[in-house]
């Protein structure tokens, strides 16, 4: 057997355990296997996949999609990678399975594919083109360029849906046009372009909308989202309801902002690669056709006898004509006249009130939808694929869905035919590939009833008896041409047809029919009765633009506007009619078919389950409308034709595989003839299923059940085995580990048990011996110690021997020593006293005394160099004096010392200055006299003597005072006279001159007293710290008139000195300075006695002076 490396898919897909659509489905997921197949069964396993938020549900490979009307966690970027490359049946439900079949069905297999969208307006046809398109984005190839192209092709959905959709009752944002999309790819699968291919916009909506319904999203949107600036360069204003053609009833919708989205549409413009001004002019043609709306037009009398239309106020066309760059005469005259030209012939007639309106509408409808077309050909312009190679083509339709309003007009007949059409398509194309499934598996082809919905088809589009034959007919007849005609002529050629209904028709069917009004008729579409409002239908098909109007346009200046109208080129005339709106959708819808047919269908079929636009609400009776009209039930019919299930015989192997012994666990053979052996071993009725080529089909869905459930009993008894097996393994192993973790417990265990004993047999041994030892060695010791003593005694007794030997030896020793040393001394006295007799003569009687004086001299020497060394300092202050060397030197050391202080003193003083002598001379005067006896004299130690403290010749005041005092002033001091009556101080001036003690005024300078000194006797004071003193003056001399004086100074130690000093050179007498705490004063006639007693210090440090009675006068010293 040969062995081959797997690839890396290989290996995740054998890593994947295999899923399948069949596996935990709610309800059925393919509606094929409904059982039994009938309306309601569709409706409640819908309903029932609905309420278990599974909006898609299979028809073999058509989906069928319903709209949850809320977003749901499914589209996410892990979704798309879980859908990504796996089969379409693999998985549950989802438009993913199907966009990745068509992808890869389209890169794989090289088929170009289509993907049709149908489904009613509302149903969710535009968001399920928009999940197939991004999807595809998602999974296809990366890199700029690439991404680039995806964002261009992703990005044209905005841009068309904001010109292209609008909010109708049935859906808030219905597509308005139709829209074919190709986008097409590389051979890689990498996309190169696209083309978009759009279907009648749908016009009438510009100029109005039915009630509840609103213009196209892009009005609304420049309103709401252009800045102030944009909407002035435009020329409009904010305000909807200033703009006629904006129906006010429902401008704002729930849910949409239009001003985010027209943000999004700038954007997605930018990034298509529309340029500036290509933007700017799209946008001043939908304010032009916006504005447009609001010329009105008033009636105005001819002459002959004619209404002409004019219009009412002009501002509203001046702005219309600034912005598009038309003459504003010219597009007035165009509102006013109307110009038919027949063979060179040119015939200008006015027009109404009616027919200016009518002009107005069709401009602006004209003007828009081919701003349209323009943008779908913009738009392809940029995402037009730029390579020339062969390219793969994946096709998304969204097609407006079918629709049935209250009035149905030309618009709703033209998307109703168009559905048609996709229905026939479908039809054909479902049984198509049936067909050629059957054909290509070997199967026999069995024929399918269905309804064909071709006879509708034919009804509209045959081309002689065809409903747009007849009207196009109608249209191009000469004479009157009305609805009315129209429908005669519909009555008389369609009433035989099954499918249309008329009250007017040839056939009595509907003679009496109410509910088919008059101007009406009815086709019986696939989708059900519709019934069609005549009036109309000829304005739409002709789709007239007055070429008045057209010309107009093309003389703008405005080349957009001017490129949309190029009939209006007066050198283009073309007269013949162009074709009308009819044909021209059939003809398109024609070459839609035609390339869809060449296309590998994929079907999205969109269910609308209320119609409230609401969430979670599903409307039985909507929905069995819907299924009935898209043909699901028969679509599921013409699936089952003949067998209900097919698989390929490699999955349906592995699948089922377990239910038979000879294919489970492995099957060796071709998957084939597993398949027949795992049939034939369950006994499946050979009816049920057929073998084909490649798939097993299976005839009925009971028989897939059967197997399925058959599947499920297995897989739980297979899930028992396993688990059982598993239970199994898990006790061996547990068993296993716990006999190994006991063994191994009791293997660590003995070895402990071992490892105690031996520690305690051990340890025994241990002490046994050590007690062993013990008693030997203290056996030991014992003797040694016996040993040592007899050792120790032996030797003591030898030491007293010895010493007993040796101190006798010694004795002898010393006894002899002595002996020897007498004999010395004795010698030596001897020896001594012989030389001394001998030299006696030779020494002089005085030399000993010389070597004293000598040896005297020389420490005396040594002590005077010595202190040369070691002299203090000079400072007089200095209190250090060096060490005495000799005790015998102690005297004169002291004398020294006191000779060397004397003599600094004395060199110091020598340094005074005259001045400073008297001062110092004054200062030793001071001490002599009070120190240690005033407790003042301490303080005044430090205090320099400057005698004239008042300065009296400096100061004015004094004057008089200077001028009676002639000789020198020794004191001028302000001192405190104590009053000899109550003991009360006055400041005085206290003058100290050569003769005189002088008291004057503080204040005048008036001389109180001058006492000359020969007159004082006596100056008294205390012993404390006070600055009182008595001058005692002679008695009986001129002063003494009033007693002594009792003053107070703060300079008394000064005074007292200076008085002293003076008073003894003038008088050559002592003055008697007495200091003593109690003194006697003469006061008049009264001798007082002045105590000093030790005060409180209330009052500071100040003393305080009482006269306590006329004997006592009281200081109070603190
Ligand atoms: N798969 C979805 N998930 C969530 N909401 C959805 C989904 N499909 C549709 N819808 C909702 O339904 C609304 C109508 O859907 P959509 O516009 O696709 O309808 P339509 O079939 O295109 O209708 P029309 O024919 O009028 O254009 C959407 O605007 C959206 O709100
Ligand atoms: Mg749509």
Redesign the pocket.
């Known amino acids: 057997m040969k062995w081959r490396i797997l690839t890396s898919e290989e290996k995740m897909a054998k890593m994947e355990v295999k899923t399948s659509l069949l596996d935990n489905m709610i309800g059925v997921g393919d509606m094929v296997l409904l059982e039994p197949l009938n309306e309601d069964s569709f409706i409640n396993n819908l309903k029932k996949r609905f309420d278990h938020n599974e909006?898609y549900t299979y028809i073999g490979s058509v989906v069928i999609?319903i709209?949850?009307?809320?977003?749901?966690p499914i589209y996410t970027p892990e979704k798309v990678e879980e859908y990504r490359n796996r089969n379409f049946y693999e998985l549950s439900p989802h438009i993913f399975a199907l966009s990745d079949e068509a992808y890869r069905s389209l890169r794989d297999q090289d088929k170009d594919q289509c993907i049709l969208i149908t489904?009613e307006?509302?149903?969710?046809?535009?968001?399920?083109s928009k999940?197939v398109m991004s999807y595809v984005a998602a999974v296809c190839g990366k890199g700029a360029e690439v991404n680039q192209v995806k964002e261009q092709l992703l990005q044209s959905n905005p841009v068309l849906e904001a010109f292209g959709n609008a909010k109708?009752v049935?859906?808030?944002?219905?597509?308005r046009f139709g829209k074919y999309m190709d986008i097409e790819f590389d051979f890689k699968g990498d996309p190169l372009g696209g083309v978009i291919s759009n279907y009648l916009l749908e016009k009438s909506r510009v100029v109005k909308q039915p009630r509840g319904e609103r213009n196209f999203h892009i009005f609304y949107q420049i309103l709401s989202g252009a800045s102030e600036d944009f909407l002035c360069k435009l020329k409009l204003e904010r305000d909807f309801s200033r703009y006629n053609y904006l129906g006010l009833d429902s401008a704002k919708v729930n849910g949409v902002d239009d001003a985010a989205n027209f943000r999004t549409v700038r954007n997605a413009m930018q990034i298509v690669g529309f340029m500036d001004h290509e933007t700017q002019s799209v946008f001043e043609v939908v304010a032009a056709v916006l504005k447009l709306g609001n010329i009105e037009f008033k009636p105005e009398s001819r002459v002959n006898g004619l209404d002409e239309s004019k219009i009412k106020d002009k501002n509203e066309l001046k702005e219309i004509c600034e912005l598009t760059g038309i003459d504003q005469s010219v597009l007035e005259r165009a509102f006013s006249f109307r110009t038919v030209e027949a063979k060179q012939e040119k015939v200008s007639t006015t027009l109404n009130v009616a027919q200016a309106y009518y002009a107005r509408d069709a401009l602006a409808k004209n003007l828009y939808s081919r701003l349209f077309s323009w943008l779908v050909t913009r738009i392809n312009e940029s995402i037009k694929a730029q390579t020339k190679v062969r390219k793969k083509v994946m096709g998304v339709l969204?097609i407006?869905?079918f629709e049935i309003f209250e009035d149905n007009s030309f618009e709703q007949f033209i998307i109703n035919y168009c559905n048609e059409k996709l229905q026939q398509i479908f039809i054909e194309l479902t049984l198509k590939e049936e067909q050629e499934e059957y054909i290509r598996e070997g199967i026999e082809w069995t024929h399918i009833e269905y309804f064909n919905n071709a006879i509708i088809c034919d009804l509209i589009e045959n081309n002689q008896t065809g409903i747009l034959a007849m009207l196009d007919e109608e249209c191009l007849r000469p004479g009157t041409v009305t609805d009315d005609t129209f429908l005669e002529k519909l009555n008389q050629v369609c009433a035989t047809h099954q499918h249309f209904e008329s009250r007017m028709s040839k056939c009595s069917r509907f003679l009496n029919d109410t509910s088919l009004p008059h101007s009406c008729f009815r086709i019986q579409h696939y989708a059900g009765k519709v019934m069609y409002q005549v009036e109309g239908f000829v304005d739409k098909n002709n789709d007239l633009l007055y070429r008045d109007l057209s010309q107009a346009m093309w003389k703008a200046s405005h080349s957009l506007i001017k490129a949309l109208f190029p009939e209006g080129n007066p050198a283009k005339i073309n007269l013949k009619r162009p074709p009308t709106a009819g044909s021209q959708f059939k003809a398109s819808v024609a070459t839609l078919m035609k390339n869809l047919q060449t296309k590998n269908p994929n079907y999205i079929r969109?269910i609308k389950p209320n119609d409230k636009k609401a969430a979670h609400i599903f409307n039985d009776a909507l929905v069995c409308h819907q299924i009935r009209y898209l043909g699901l039930l028969e679509n599921v019919r013409v699936r089952r034709a003949g067998y209900a299930f097919r698989q390929g015989y490699e999955p349906c192997l592995e699948r089922y595989k377990m239910l038979c012994k000879q294919t489970w666990p492995h099957w060796r053979g071709p998957a084939r003839a597993g398949v027949e052996v795992l049939f034939n071993e369950l006994e499946i009725p050979e009816e049920e299923f057929s073998f084909g080529r490649s798939k097993i089909f299976i005839r009925n869905p009971r028989t897939l059940f059967k197997l399925e459930d058959l599947r499920k009993q297995r897989l739980e008894d297979l899930a028992t085995l396993i688990e059982k097996i598993y239970r199994g393994w898990k006790c061996r192993t547990r068993f296993l580990l716990m006999k190994k973790s006991q063994i191994v417990i009791a293997s660590w265990y003995r070895r402990y048990a071992q490892q105690k004993k031996y520690q305690k047999i051990k340890s025994s041994a241990v002490i046994v011996q050590s007690y062993i030892r013990g008693w030997k060695a203290r056996k030991l010791l014992r003797e040694l110690k016996h040993q040592k003593r007899c050792n120790e005694a032996a030797t003591i007794i030898a030491a007293y021997w010895h010493g007993t030997q040796a101190r006798r030896e010694l004795k002898r020793l010393k006894e002899e020593a002595r002996r020897k040393h007498a004999v010395a001394v004795i010698w030596a006295y001897w020896l001594g006293l012989k030389v001394r007799r001998e030299y006696r003569k030779f020494f002089r009687a005085n030399a000993g005394r010389k070597i004293y004086e000598f040896t005297l001299q020389r420490i005396m020497q040594k002590y005077f160099l010595e202190m040369k060394n070691k002299m203090p300092s000079l400072s007089p202050i200095d209190k250090n004096w060096p060490a005495r060397p000799y005790l015998f030197l102690d005297s004169t050391h002291k004398e020294l010392k006191r000779i060397f202080h004397l003599w600094r003193c004395k060199k110091y003083r020598d340094q005074f200055t005259d001045q400073q002598k008297l001062i110092y001379e004054e200062k030793l005067e001071a001490s002599e006299l009070f120190k240690d006896k005033k407790a003042l004299y301490p303080a005044s130690v430090g205090q320099p003597f400057q005698g004239a403290y008042l300065e009296i010749s400096k100061n004015p005041k004094y004057k008089k005072l200077k001028d009676a005092v002639d000789e020198k002033i020794i004191i001028a001091e302000v001192v405190n006279k104590i009053n000899r009556a109550n003991g009360k101080a006055t400041s005085r001036i206290f003058l100290l001159t050569k003769n005189n003690v002088l008291l004057a005024d503080q204040k005048s300078g008036n001389i109180k007293s001058e006492v000359p000194l020969g007159d004082v006797t006596k100056v008294s004071m205390s012993s404390q710290n006070d600055g009182f003193f008595a001058v005692h003056l002679k008695e009986g001399s001129g002063a003494a008139g009033k007693g002594d004086f009792l003053l107070s100074s703060d300079h008394l130690i000064e005074m007292a000195t200076k008085l002293y000093r003076t008073t003894l050179s003038q008088t050559k007498q002592k003055l008697n300075i007495e200091i003593s705490d109690e003194f006697l004063v003469q006061f008049r006639q009264d001798k007082v006695c002045v105590k000093f007693i030790q005060g409180s210090q209330k009052n500071g440090n100040i003393p305080t002076c009482k006269r306590k009675n006329n004997r006592l006068l009281e200081v109070a010293v603190p």
């Open positions: 909006v999609s709209n949850p009307y809320r977003s749901l489904g307006s509302g149903a969710g046809k535009t968001e399920a999940l109708t049935r859906n808030d944002n219905s597509s969204d407006y869905g969109c």
